[in-house]
C-alpha cells in the first residue's frame, strides 16, 4: 500500500508541494511550534488523510510543546520513508511493517518505534459486479500497484493460500489513480485501507468486493498498516525527543479515537487545500479510522509486537524479497520509547 511509502489510495488527491509546505509550518495545528522545543522532523507518507488525525491533534493542542518537542512536519513528495531517515532529512517517518522488514535485511538501520494503527486493514479489491469472487481467480489478472517491494510476494501468497497452484503477478503502477483505473476498468485489482479509500470509493460511485489481507494470510497479514520508523544512530543518541514525540502523539491519537469529530475538524481546519471542499468525506473516515488507533487489548496507542513482523519475514523470504534469514523481531522493533515504557 505506504510504500506507503504507503501509496495507496487516499481520502485526499496528492496536491501540490507548495499548498503541502503550509502543512509544515504555522502555529495553529499546520506544523512547527514557536521555536522554544526540541527540534523533531516527522516525514508523512501520502496527502493529508485520516491516518493523521493523531499529528494534526497533537500539533492543535500543543501536545508537542508540553513534550519539549518543535516538530517540522515534511509533506509527502514521493520520496520513501527509508530514504528519508538514511539520509538525515527525517527523525520520524511513516512506514509500513513488510517495508521495515524488506529495508532491515538490505542493512538499513532502522527500527518501528510505535504502531500509528492497530492492525491491518488493506485489502485486495475488485468491483463489486465482477466475475471475481475470490483471490485464486486474480492469478495471472492486473494488478493496479504502488511500486511496493513486497507486493508481488504477499499478493502472490494470498492467491496460493487461497487455491492457485502457480499464482501468477502482473502489476502497473499508477499510484494515486488506482480507484479510478478499477473503474475504468484499466486494472482488474487493486489494494485499499478498508475505512478510509471504501469511503471515498463509495463516493466516487464505485462498489467493491474487498479481500482482507488477515483472512487470507493469518497472523501473519495482521500487521499495523502503519508505522512510525526511526534510525537506530536517532533512537540511541535522542531518545528524550523521540519519547517526548512519540508521549505527543499518543495523547493526539487517543484524543482522536475518543473525538473523531472534533479531530476531524482540527485535520480539515489544518488542511483547507485538500480536505476542505468535502468535509464530509473526511469527517466520515475519520470516524473509521478512530477506531483502529487504540490496541484493543491494552487501549492505548501505538504499541508492538514480535507478531507483527515474524510472520512476514518468512514470507517475504519464500517471494524471493529478501534474501537469507529475515532479520529477528528484535531488529526491526523497539517499543521502548513509548509512553509508560
Excluded: H
Excluded at 5 to 30: D, H, K, N
Excluded at 111 to 125: I, M, P, R, S
Amino acid at each position: 500500500m505506504t510504500p506507503r511509502r504507503l501509496r495507496r489510495p487516499a481520502a485526499a488527491a496528492l496536491i501540490a508541494c507548495a499548498a503541502l509546505a503550509a502543512a509544515g509550518c504555522g502555529g495553529s495545528g499546520e506544523g512547527a511550534g514557536n521555536g522554544a522545543g526540541e527540534p523533531v522532523t516527522i516525514a508523512l507518507d501520502y496527502a493529508p488523510n485520516a491516518n493523521y488525525l493523531g499529528i494534526y491533534v497533537a500539533l492543535d493542542k500543543g501536545y508537542f510543546a508540553d513534550e519539549g518537542v518543535e516538530p517540522k512536519i515534511l509533506p509527502y513528495a514521493n520520496t520513501p520513508a527509508e530514504t528519508l531517515i538514511k539520509s538525515g532529512k527525517a527523525d520520524l517517518a511513516i512506514s509500513y511493517p513488510p517495508d521495515v522488514v524488506i529495508n532491515r535485511s538490505q542493512g538499513l538501520k532502522y527500527k518501528a518505534v510505535a504502531a500509528l494503527v492497530a492492525g491491518n486493514t488493506t485489502e485486495l479489491v475488485v468491483l463489486a459486479g465482477s466475475k471475481y469472487r475470490r483471490p485464486a481467480q486474480l492469478s495471472g489478472k492486473l494488478y493496479g500497484g504502488f511500486g511496493i517491494q513486497s507486493d508481488k510476494a504477499l499478493i502472490t501468497e494470498i492467491m496460493k493460500r487461497d487455491g492457485a497452484t502457480d499464482p501468477k503477478f502482473r502489476q502497473v503502477v499508477i499510484n494515486t489513480a488506482a480507484l479510478e483505473a478499477l473503474k475504468s476498468g484499466r486494472v482488474d485489482y487493486t489494494a485499499i485501507f478498508a475505512g478510509i479509500d471504501d469511503v471515498q470509493a463509495a463516493k466516487m460511485g464505485i462498489r467493491l468486493r474487498g479481500f482482507p489481507y488477515r483472512k487470507y494470510l493469518g497472523e501473519a497479514g495482521n500487521y499495523p498498516n502503519a508505522v512510525f520508523v526511526a534510525g537506530d544512530d536517532t533512537i540511541a543518541s535522542r531518545q528524550e525527543a523521540m519519547r517526548g514525540t512519540l508521549a505527543a502523539l499518543a495523547r493526539g491519537y487517543e484524543y482522536a479515537a475518543a473525538n473523531p469529530d472534533e479531530a476531524a475538524r482540527i485535520l480539515i481546519d489544518a488542511n483547507q487545500a485538500t480536505l476542505g471542499r468535502d468535509r464530509a468525506i473526511t469527517i466520515a473516515t475519520s470516524r473509521v479510522a478512530s477506531k483502529q488507533f487504540l490496541d484493543p487489548q491494552t487501549g492505548t496507542w501505538g504499541p508492538l509486537a514480535d507478531t507483527d513482523f515474524s510472520g512476514l519475514g518468512t514470507i517475504l523470504e519464500q517471494g524471493g524479497v529478501i534474501k537469507g534469514t529475515p532479520p529477528a523481531p528484535s531488529e526491526l522493533y523497539t517499543d521502548s520509547l513509548l509512553p509508560g515504557q
